[in-house]
Antibody
Framework: QVQLQESGPGLVKPSQTLSLTCTVS??????????WSWIRQHPGKGLEWIGN???????FYNPSLKSRLTISVDTSKNQFSLKLSSVTAADTAVYYC??????????????WGQGTLVTVSS | QSVLTQPPSVSGAPGQRVTISCTGS?????????VHWYQQVPGTAPKLLIY???NRPSGVPDRFSGSKSGTSASLAITGLQAEDETDYYC?????????FGTGTKVTVL
Protein backbone atom coordinates (compact mmCIF):
# COMPACT_ATOMS: atom_id res chain seq x y z
CA GLN A 1 0.00 0.00 0.00
CA VAL A 2 1.50 3.29 -1.10
CA GLN A 3 1.64 5.98 1.54
CA LEU A 4 2.60 9.63 1.25
CA GLN A 5 3.56 11.94 4.08
CA GLU A 6 4.10 15.69 3.90
CA SER A 7 6.59 17.43 6.15
CA GLY A 8 7.78 20.98 6.62
CA PRO A 9 7.20 24.17 8.59
CA GLY A 10 3.63 25.02 9.47
CA LEU A 11 4.36 28.73 9.67
CA VAL A 12 6.13 30.84 7.05
CA LYS A 13 6.70 34.59 7.09
CA PRO A 14 5.47 36.75 4.22
CA SER A 15 7.96 37.15 1.36
CA GLN A 16 9.84 34.01 2.43
CA THR A 17 9.92 30.62 0.73
CA LEU A 18 7.53 27.82 1.62
CA SER A 19 9.29 24.45 1.54
CA LEU A 20 7.60 21.07 1.86
CA THR A 21 8.76 17.50 1.32
CA CYS A 22 6.67 14.45 0.55
CA THR A 23 8.05 11.06 1.53
CA VAL A 24 6.71 8.08 -0.37
CA SER A 25 6.62 4.63 1.22
CA UNK A 26 5.27 1.29 0.07
CA UNK A 27 6.37 1.92 -3.51
CA UNK A 28 9.18 3.42 -5.55
CA UNK A 29 9.01 7.00 -6.70
CA UNK A 30 11.11 5.86 -9.67
CA UNK A 31 8.26 3.90 -11.20
CA UNK A 32 7.81 5.34 -14.63
CA UNK A 33 4.05 5.03 -14.55
CA UNK A 34 3.37 7.88 -12.18
CA UNK A 35 3.71 11.58 -11.67
CA TRP A 36 4.03 12.99 -8.18
CA SER A 37 1.89 15.98 -7.41
CA TRP A 38 1.21 18.85 -5.09
CA ILE A 39 -2.33 20.10 -4.52
CA ARG A 40 -3.52 22.72 -2.06
CA GLN A 41 -6.78 23.71 -0.46
CA HIS A 42 -7.38 27.17 0.93
CA PRO A 43 -9.36 27.20 4.18
CA GLY A 44 -12.97 26.34 3.47
CA LYS A 45 -12.36 26.32 -0.27
CA GLY A 46 -11.87 23.87 -3.12
CA LEU A 47 -8.84 22.04 -4.44
CA GLU A 48 -6.11 23.69 -6.54
CA TRP A 49 -3.52 21.74 -8.49
CA ILE A 50 -0.01 23.13 -7.97
CA GLY A 51 2.19 20.92 -10.13
CA ASN A 52 3.56 17.47 -10.98
CA UNK A 53 6.97 15.89 -11.35
CA UNK A 54 8.12 12.62 -12.87
CA UNK A 55 11.08 10.75 -11.40
CA UNK A 56 13.02 11.68 -14.52
CA UNK A 57 12.70 15.31 -13.51
CA UNK A 58 10.05 16.32 -16.02
CA UNK A 59 7.73 18.74 -14.31
CA PHE A 60 4.51 20.61 -15.03
CA TYR A 61 3.37 23.65 -13.11
CA ASN A 62 0.15 25.57 -12.67
CA PRO A 63 0.69 28.71 -14.77
CA SER A 64 -0.70 30.87 -11.98
CA LEU A 65 2.15 29.76 -9.68
CA LYS A 66 4.89 28.96 -12.16
CA SER A 67 6.99 32.06 -11.58
CA ARG A 68 7.34 31.25 -7.87
CA LEU A 69 7.35 27.47 -7.97
CA THR A 70 9.97 24.73 -8.00
CA ILE A 71 9.17 21.04 -7.65
CA SER A 72 12.05 18.61 -7.42
CA VAL A 73 12.55 14.89 -6.87
CA ASP A 74 15.13 12.91 -4.88
CA THR A 75 14.91 9.29 -5.95
CA SER A 76 17.57 8.18 -3.45
CA LYS A 77 15.30 9.24 -0.60
CA ASN A 78 12.02 8.40 -2.34
CA GLN A 79 10.94 11.99 -1.84
CA PHE A 80 9.76 14.95 -3.83
CA SER A 81 9.65 18.54 -2.73
CA LEU A 82 7.87 21.84 -3.23
CA LYS A 83 9.33 25.31 -2.96
CA LEU A 84 7.08 28.33 -3.33
CA SER A 85 8.81 31.68 -3.09
CA SER A 86 7.62 35.16 -2.13
CA VAL A 87 4.63 33.85 -0.23
CA THR A 88 1.74 35.99 0.94
CA ALA A 89 -1.29 35.33 3.10
CA ALA A 90 -3.02 34.05 -0.04
CA ASP A 91 -0.71 31.03 0.07
CA THR A 92 -2.11 29.93 3.44
CA ALA A 93 -3.62 26.53 2.74
CA VAL A 94 -3.52 22.83 3.44
CA TYR A 95 -0.93 21.36 1.12
CA TYR A 96 -1.35 17.78 -0.08
CA CYS A 97 1.04 15.56 -1.96
CA UNK A 98 -0.50 12.91 -4.18
CA UNK A 99 0.33 10.27 -6.74
CA UNK A 100 -0.99 10.91 -10.24
CA UNK A 101 -1.92 7.75 -12.12
CA UNK A 102 -3.53 6.84 -15.41
CA UNK A 103 -2.67 7.65 -18.97
CA UNK A 104 -3.61 10.31 -21.48
CA UNK A 105 -6.34 11.56 -21.55
CA UNK A 106 -7.23 10.21 -18.13
CA UNK A 107 -5.03 11.18 -15.21
CA UNK A 108 -6.25 11.02 -11.64
CA UNK A 109 -4.90 11.18 -8.09
CA UNK A 110 -5.16 7.80 -6.44
CA UNK A 111 -3.06 8.17 -3.31
CA TRP A 112 -2.88 11.25 -1.12
CA GLY A 113 -0.91 12.38 1.89
CA GLN A 114 -2.83 13.48 4.96
CA GLY A 115 -2.12 17.13 4.20
CA THR A 116 -0.26 19.79 6.13
CA LEU A 117 -1.51 23.25 7.00
CA VAL A 118 0.87 26.03 6.10
CA THR A 119 0.07 29.47 7.47
CA VAL A 120 1.74 32.57 6.07
CA SER A 121 1.96 35.16 8.80
CA SER A 122 4.48 37.41 10.45
CA GLN B 1 -11.87 30.33 -10.41
CA SER B 2 -12.60 26.71 -11.32
CA VAL B 3 -13.54 25.82 -14.88
CA LEU B 4 -15.65 22.90 -13.66
CA THR B 5 -18.93 23.92 -12.04
CA GLN B 6 -20.75 21.84 -9.45
CA PRO B 7 -23.88 22.66 -7.45
CA PRO B 8 -22.88 23.93 -3.99
CA SER B 9 -25.16 21.45 -2.29
CA VAL B 10 -27.51 18.55 -2.87
CA SER B 11 -29.60 16.68 -0.34
CA GLY B 12 -31.68 13.59 -0.02
CA ALA B 13 -33.29 11.30 2.49
CA PRO B 14 -31.66 8.04 3.53
CA GLY B 15 -32.13 5.43 0.85
CA GLN B 16 -32.79 7.95 -1.90
CA ARG B 17 -30.74 8.66 -5.01
CA VAL B 18 -28.89 11.92 -5.50
CA THR B 19 -26.82 13.14 -8.39
CA ILE B 20 -24.05 15.71 -8.55
CA SER B 21 -23.33 17.41 -11.85
CA CYS B 22 -19.96 18.64 -13.08
CA THR B 23 -20.29 21.09 -15.94
CA GLY B 24 -17.28 21.90 -18.08
CA SER B 25 -16.65 23.10 -21.61
CA UNK B 26 -15.16 22.20 -24.97
CA UNK B 27 -11.64 22.73 -23.62
CA UNK B 28 -11.88 20.14 -20.86
CA UNK B 29 -14.62 17.52 -20.56
CA UNK B 30 -15.89 18.24 -24.06
CA UNK B 31 -12.39 17.83 -25.47
CA UNK B 32 -12.44 14.17 -24.47
CA UNK B 33 -10.65 14.34 -21.14
CA UNK B 34 -11.97 11.94 -18.55
CA VAL B 35 -13.65 12.99 -15.33
CA HIS B 36 -12.75 11.68 -11.90
CA TRP B 37 -14.53 12.09 -8.58
CA TYR B 38 -13.27 12.46 -5.02
CA GLN B 39 -14.96 12.27 -1.66
CA GLN B 40 -13.56 14.48 1.08
CA VAL B 41 -14.51 14.30 4.72
CA PRO B 42 -13.68 17.71 6.28
CA GLY B 43 -10.25 17.68 7.87
CA THR B 44 -9.04 14.72 5.84
CA ALA B 45 -7.50 14.18 2.43
CA PRO B 46 -9.69 13.60 -0.62
CA LYS B 47 -10.31 9.98 -1.52
CA LEU B 48 -10.60 8.76 -5.11
CA LEU B 49 -14.17 7.62 -5.65
CA ILE B 50 -14.55 7.25 -9.43
CA TYR B 51 -11.87 7.33 -12.10
CA UNK B 52 -12.11 7.52 -15.87
CA UNK B 53 -15.75 8.61 -15.78
CA UNK B 54 -17.28 5.41 -14.43
CA ASN B 55 -14.73 3.13 -12.78
CA ARG B 56 -14.65 2.46 -9.03
CA PRO B 57 -11.39 1.76 -7.22
CA SER B 58 -11.32 -1.35 -5.09
CA GLY B 59 -13.29 -0.87 -1.89
CA VAL B 60 -15.66 1.81 -3.16
CA PRO B 61 -19.27 0.67 -2.78
CA ASP B 62 -21.27 0.16 -5.95
CA ARG B 63 -23.77 2.71 -4.63
CA PHE B 64 -21.47 5.25 -6.27
CA SER B 65 -21.53 5.51 -10.06
CA GLY B 66 -20.30 7.98 -12.63
CA SER B 67 -21.17 9.00 -16.15
CA LYS B 68 -20.06 11.51 -18.74
CA SER B 69 -21.81 13.08 -21.70
CA GLY B 70 -20.73 15.97 -23.87
CA THR B 71 -19.29 18.72 -21.71
CA SER B 72 -20.67 17.38 -18.42
CA ALA B 73 -20.33 14.50 -16.02
CA SER B 74 -22.38 13.21 -13.11
CA LEU B 75 -21.85 11.32 -9.90
CA ALA B 76 -24.82 9.35 -8.61
CA ILE B 77 -25.23 7.99 -5.11
CA THR B 78 -28.00 5.44 -4.73
CA GLY B 79 -29.26 4.17 -1.41
CA LEU B 80 -28.00 7.30 0.32
CA GLN B 81 -26.49 6.64 3.73
CA ALA B 82 -25.63 8.94 6.62
CA GLU B 83 -21.93 8.35 6.04
CA ASP B 84 -22.26 9.84 2.54
CA GLU B 85 -22.83 13.28 4.04
CA THR B 86 -19.63 15.08 3.08
CA ASP B 87 -17.97 16.97 0.20
CA TYR B 88 -17.46 15.76 -3.36
CA TYR B 89 -15.20 17.12 -6.13
CA CYS B 90 -14.87 16.34 -9.81
CA UNK B 91 -11.53 16.62 -11.63
CA UNK B 92 -10.45 16.74 -15.26
CA UNK B 93 -7.82 18.37 -17.48
CA UNK B 94 -7.83 21.70 -19.29
CA UNK B 95 -5.14 23.62 -21.14
CA UNK B 96 -2.13 21.93 -19.61
CA UNK B 97 -3.38 21.84 -16.08
CA UNK B 98 -5.37 19.60 -13.84
CA UNK B 99 -8.63 21.21 -12.82
CA PHE B 100 -11.03 20.50 -10.01
CA GLY B 101 -14.70 21.27 -9.68
CA THR B 102 -16.09 23.83 -7.27
CA GLY B 103 -17.23 21.11 -4.88
CA THR B 104 -20.61 19.88 -3.66
CA LYS B 105 -21.75 19.23 -0.13
CA VAL B 106 -24.13 16.31 0.18
CA THR B 107 -26.58 16.48 3.07
CA VAL B 108 -28.53 13.46 4.25
CA LEU B 109 -31.87 14.68 5.55
Amino acid sequence: QVQLQESGPGLVKPSQTLSLTCTVSGGSISSGYYYWSWIRQHPGKGLEWIGNIHYSGTSFYNPSLKSRLTISVDTSKNQFSLKLSSVTAADTAVYYCARKSGSYPSYYFDYWGQGTLVTVSS
Amino acid sequence: QSVLTQPPSVSGAPGQRVTISCTGSSSNIGAGYDVHWYQQVPGTAPKLLIYANRNRPSGVPDRFSGSKSGTSASLAITGLQAEDETDYYCQSYDSSLEVFGTGTKVTVL
